[in-house]
RNA sequence: GUCCUCAUAGUUCAAUGGAUAGAACGAGGGUUUCCUAAACCCUAAAUCCAGGUCCGAUUCCUGGUGAGGACACCA
């Protein structure tokens, strides 16, 4: 009874597993567990879900005609639908002016970036905002470093100013870090003392203030050039802090409460969170507190339906609490923040810390993965840099996109980025190989024969195509462009088994197999394109 | 101390209650008169521990153990 139900239903939809287990049991054209034991609906449930996600087993007309939508771009209007009219405002922030850039915040960036392309490609309108923190104690300590830097120098800041970006950031890094060393040992009045002045835009201050965030800013800029990010509207702590305080002092006795020493507190404990200081005794707001400005700034902004803050899993505590209070001001924002939390990237055996001086900056990594990428290069590429420099952007990007966002990472100086394997030049490589075949083949377009037979060889790459639009929609759902990364490699990996067991120019089978490379590297290329990363023709 | 994550081959990661736990790196062995060897093929190698729920648990629950993080004037 079972089997025959589940026999139809299979049919019907032209689902089937794989027949090779030992634990199945067979019948017609289709198997099921021998176990099993419920009920015939719930059975079929299970098959169905089970069979959606491997050993699909759809009739070739059916695959066919998903593979041709990816070739002439159907398969984008279908998706083109799931996110339709949202508006959806992305925030990549967990910078700070005055620091440099290390791997945490490339994951941020690139990952961002991603997430903000599966949206668009879901049909979404997407907002990238950038919220930088550029006041509080961290620029009072790169600026009292600068100082005293340029004093042992001898050099005035106009005279500095003249550098390049990258001299003047790492300048402005070391100084930060000299400023935290001393800041715990001798100089925490001085120290303090510009900070205040800051906050009150001091004459003399303001003038160091101003450079320096400049040399920041310019810095990051050259960043989110390589790594083909752009943002619509960068947001400044020093910009929304008095909006900020405005709006919590307006809303003591409702929603904040009076805390020791003059201090203005959110009770979160009355919702199971715990308690956080929005402005402190002395009367400055903080980073909570300038948050309620920055979510009515990002609204007037952009009228959104969800804003998504992509920040570092260690902030869970304090967005849980910091979206509550949002929401009590204003209940426009009620289930429209969301903390997209990432996990942290630690070095081996160490927390990164730019205090103490324990981190990857960005610049290393790229100069190291690019000298070793330009190693690889065959030497008649004519513009061996623009090949070399997507690559080493590809390579780079994939291994922060390839994982789960949410998981921990361990970064390992030693080991550099993955150029071979599970990597980004393992798929542009595969790409440029289909290429090629592409262009050494005379066929450019094959009119596939009704019932046309893919063979042994064939099939398992035909039969994974039309799960890119599913998984670009899980990855989208997740969040997590991983889920697509994990499925090109599959892809790329099924490919490369297929070129290497089958000649595909000259032979009988050249049409259908032209189709099959066509298809993968559309694919190839889409699929990078969603994560971030470019294609090269030849490599 | 309270709360939150997490724990899978030597290493880095997959597996959203289902079939034989899947890759990559690293280790060992092999493939190029032939469309790109950044590739392909073969071998060895894993679910932290103890209970529970279920026909079925890496996945859910409880309790251990271990790692990371957050817990009032920092950002």
């Known amino acids: 009874m079972i089997k025959s139900v589940i026999s139809d239903y299979l049919k019907q939809n032209n689902i089937g ?88 915040h490339l994951k941020t960036m690139v990952i961002g970036e991603s997430v903000a392309r599966f949206f668009e490609i879901l049909g979404a309108k997407v907002f990238r905002a950038n919220y930088q923190g550029d006041i509080g104690p961290h620029v009072a300590k790169a600026i009292w470093g600068v100082q005293k830097l340029l004093n042992l120098q001898n050099e005035t800041i106009d005279e500095f100013n003249l550098k390049s970006n990258e001299v003047k950031a790492h300048f402005l890094g070391k100084a930060y870090a000299l400023g935290c060393t001393d800041y715990e040992d001798n100089n925490k009045s001085e120290i303090d003392e510009i900070n205040q002045k800051l906050y009150q835009k001091d004459d003399k201050t303001m003038v160091v203030y101003k450079i320096t965030r400049q040399w920041s800013l310019d810095y990051y800029n050259d960043f989110y050039k390589r790594f083909y990010t752009k943002f619509d509207k960068l947001f400044f702590e020093s910009e929304i802090a008095e909006e900020g305080k405005k709006i919590v002092e307006n809303n003591v006795g409702k929603i904040f409460e009076k805390g020791e020493g003059g ?17 402190t005794g002395v009367g400055t707001v903080t980073y909570e507190g300038k948050e309620m400005g920055l979510a009515q700034a990002q609204r007037q902004a952009f009228e959104f339906d969800k804003a998504i803050h992509v920040v570092g899993n260690e902030q869970a505590g304090y967005f849980t609490v ?83 966002p949410k998981q921990n990472s361990i970064f390992d100086i030693k080991k550099s980025i993955d150029l071979d394997g599970s990597s980004g030049p393992y798929l542009q490589y595969t790409y440029a190989r289909c290429k090629s075949v592409i262009n050494k083949s005379s066929v450019n377009s094959y009119e596939l024969r009704v019932n046309e037979k893919f063979d042994e060889n064939e099939l398992p790459l035909l039969r994974y195509f039309y799960q890119f639009s599913e998984k670009i929609v899980e990855a989208g759902e997740r969040y997590s462009p991983a889920v697509l990364a994990e499925y090109l490699l599959n892809l790329a990996r099924k490919y490369n088994e297929f070129y290497a067991k089958c000649r595909i120019v000259g032979e009988p089978e050249e049409g259908r197999r032209v189709f099959l490379t066509q298809v993968t590297a559309k694919i190839i290329k889409e699929g990078l394109t969603l994560l971030g990363i470019e294609t090269v023709e030849k490599m």
């Open 17 to 104: 597993t794989k027949l090779e287990h030992p634990s199945v049991e067979k019948f017609g054209d289709f198997a099921v567990r021998g176990d099993v034991n419920f009920s015939d609906l719930e059975i079929i449930e299970k098959i169905d879900k089970v069979a959606g996600f491997s050993n699909l087993w759809i009739k070739e007309n059916i695959l066919i005609d998903e593979a041709k939508n990816i070739l002439n771009d159907e398969f984008k209007k279908e998706l083109g639908d799931v996110n339709k009219d949202k508006k959806i405002l992305i925030e990549f922030s967990d910078q700070n002016t005055h620091k440099e850039l290390h791997v945490g």
């Open 263 to 279: 201090s203005i507190i959110f009770d979160g404990e009355k919702y199971g969170l715990h308690k956080r200081v929005f402005i």
């Open 322 to 404: 910091v979206i509550k209070a949002i929401e009590l001001i204003d209940s426009w924002f009620t289930n429209k923040e969301f903390h997209l939390s990432m996990g942290m990237v630690n070095l081996v055996g160490k927390k990164m810390s730019s205090r103490t001086g324990d981190i990857v900056t960005v610049d290393s990594i790229l100069d190291e993965t690019k000298s070793e990428v330009k190693l690889l290069l065959k030497s008649d590429d004519s513009n061996q840099d623009i090949v070399a420099e997507v690559i080493t952007i590809g390579a780079i990007k994939f291994s922060l996109l390839k994982s789960d």
